[in-house]
């Protein structure tokens, strides 16, 4: 894990390796986790202190493995992650989620279909927390389900926004409450991404093949992507060009 302030970059423990998911918290607690073993499951560690401090795991409620790629911590500090079903099913089917000293399980809806490691969460504006399905699902299957605690509410958007690429699993939520999500494409490492206003799903850079997504305060939509064989390049969309296509 690495820190950069302006200036200088700070290398902070590698004790759990390999790292796959970060998240930092409201009060600036650093959350990652950490792939476990063949066999083993995933592991959650705070960074304070320069070190990796592990929390506790969660098999009394939850005796099965937790995907390592997404972490995602609430408005409250409480972490998140997605658990997936017994060993060989490979579907997520639960999200766990730790308050700093116990977990509790959530089931995922009836009908969701997800990869656990192509999963991700995310939260609106409002601290309501949305979980988007990634790769190897239905494509008539629900994109995206918000948790209404303890029930769901299941979104199927318009045209689909899913990937048969597995780890194009970008689920980005704007400060106006709009949806980025990897596009719909069976190009096999082309789909782009598309935005969501809640109506209509607006593809762009299709032909690509985003990796990783952040939105700036000005609400520039930053990603990086590459495809296949070729290099790989930093975009960035204009809030204008989204307002062009709008």
Known sequence: VYSFDGSAWTTWSTDASPLRGLAMAPDGAVWVTAEGEQGETTGLYRLADGGLTAAPGWAEVHPRAAGASHVAVDPDGDVWLIGDTATGDWGADALLRFDG?????????????????????????????????????????????????????????????????????????AADGSFWLPGKSFDRGSPGVAHYDGTTATPYLVGSAPSDLAIAPDGSVWLGAADGGSPFHLYVITPEAVAATE
């Open 101 to 173: 000293t116990v977990w509790e399980v959530f089931p995922l809806p009836e009908g969701f279909e997800s990869h656990p490691m192509d999963t991700a969460l995310g939260f609106d504006p409002d601290g309501t927390l949305w979980v988007h399905a990634g790769g190897f699902v239905r494509y008539d299957a629900p994109d995206l389900v918000r948790f209404d605690d303890p029930g769901w509410s299941l979104v199927t958007v318009p045209g689909g926004t899913r990937s048969d690429v597995s780890g194009r699993d970008t689920l980005t939520i």
